[in-house]
Each structure stands twice: as C-alpha cells, then as structure tokens.
C-alpha cells in the first residue's frame, strides 16, 4: 500500500484528502506543521508527500528541504501561491512538482500517478526512448531507429542525462544549470536555451512542437518519457 504524507493546516482540505485517498487504498498520514510533518515522515516514511507552502510554522520550502536530506520520495506542492519565484523556489529545493490551488480531486490523483510512475521508472532503466532514438545511459550512446548514432557533444550529452535521470519532475533553470555547469552559472539561462535547442533538433521529431524536451514558461523543463 502506498503511504502519503498530506501536510496542511487547512482542516477542511486535509479531511477532504484523507476521503478520497483512503478510498482509494492509499496509506494516510497528515500533518498540520512543519514541525510535526518532519515528526510524522521519521516515524513513518512516505511513498509521496503533499506538501501546503503556507504552514503556521515555517515555510513549506524549509519542509522539502529537511525531508531531501534523506528522502527522495516525490513531493508534490499543493499551494495557493501563484508566483513563478514561489514555485522555483520549491523546486530548487527539491519539490517534484506543483499543484495551484484551488485544485480539482482527479487532477491531483492524476499527477500523483504521474510523480510515483515516474519515481519508479527513474530507479533502474538505462534505455531510454526519446522520440525516435534510443538513450543508452550505461553506454553513453544515442541511436536512432536505422541504427545511425547521434552525436552528441558533452554538455549535450550531460544535460540530457541529468533529465532523463528524473523523469517527469519538473526541474528549474537553477537546477539545471547547477548540475550542467557548476556553480556561478545559475543566471545563464541563454546556455540552457541554446542547448535546449539542440537537444530537440537531434532528437524531437518536430523541434518547434517537442514532446519530451519540454519547456514551463517562467520554471524550467522537464523530460516527459
């Protein structure tokens, strides 16, 4: 059974989640704290957290980052802040995605799905589809269909590996460009841009319209399997 943590200090929402999920055979535990959300994900270790950034103690994103000292379980944030700097914010801290509220029952079922598939398919999988070619992780080898390679130069090659790596979690410019270039490189957007670019004009059948290299005008991007 898959155990999730809901941390909110809205009785109304929290009661709400625990219905629905329970119903449909999850594990629940709430939490109405920052404070008590660290007690509860110690004492019972989640599958998934949903995450509210306004709690009445401490931030949410302070949360993310005390559970991503030793969790890497998805969290989805379930805020009613809109700001794209908010939703960066927790995502630089190592949220996996984002939910506004006020928000609809089955959409927040679906990307949990969606966050849990996708966790699972990241832990073991060194052959990736992308479009028409296939990502060998291991071997460090792209091919398409006809068996030609693709060549890729290394920051191509790095920056595709860093998105596959986290299938479907949505992962900001910050991150990105950490990863890829190393610190003192978080404000060069237009690398990742130019490089982005790149990426889709290899391996997206139609660069203009991708469907797996994609772009969260204001966020980042994410690899969509």
């Known amino acids: 059974m898959t155990r999730v943590l809901v941390v909110d200090d809205e009785p109304q929402i929290v009661r709400a989640l625990q219905i629905n999920l329970k119903a449909r055979r999850y ?6 704290s920052g404070t008590a959300a660290l007690k509860v994900a ?17 931030d949410g994103v302070d949360v993310i980052r005390g559970l991503r000292g030793w969790t890497e379980a998805p969290i989805l944030v379930l805020s009613g802040r809109t700001d794209s ?3 960066v914010e927790a995502l630089d801290a ?27 398919l990241a832990q073991d ?12 992780l ?11 390679d693709v060549r890729l130069t290394p920051t191509e090659w790095h920056l595709l590996e860093v998105l596959i790596r986290h299938p479907g979690k ?21 690398n990742l841009r130019f490089y982005m670019g790149q990426l ?21 991007y994410r690899f969509e399997p």
């Open 170 to 190: 949505l992962m900001s410019q910050r991150q990105l460009l950490t990863e890829v270039w190393g610190p003192g490189y978080e404000t060069a957007s237009g």
């Open 138 to 148: 291991s071997a460090k080898r792209v091919t398409l269909e006809s068996g030609e």
């Open 27 to 32: 594990e629940v535990h709430v939490a109405g």
């Open 94 to 120: 190592g949220a996996d995605d984002y939910v506004t509220k006020p928000f609809g029952i089955d959409e927040l079922l679906a990307r949990m799905r969606a966050v849990l598939r996708r966790s699972n």
């Open 85 to 87: 700097t908010d939703k």
């Open 200 to 220: 889709r004009r290899k391996l997206e059948a139609d660069p203009a319209r991708p469907v797996h290299l994609l772009t969260e005008p204001g966020m980042g």
């Open 42 to 58: 110690a004492q019972y270790p989640p599958d998934l957290v949903i995450l509210d950034l306004g709690l009445p103690d401490f």
């Open 125 to 136: 999988q060194p052959v990736v589809t992308v479009g028409g070619a296939q990502v060998d």
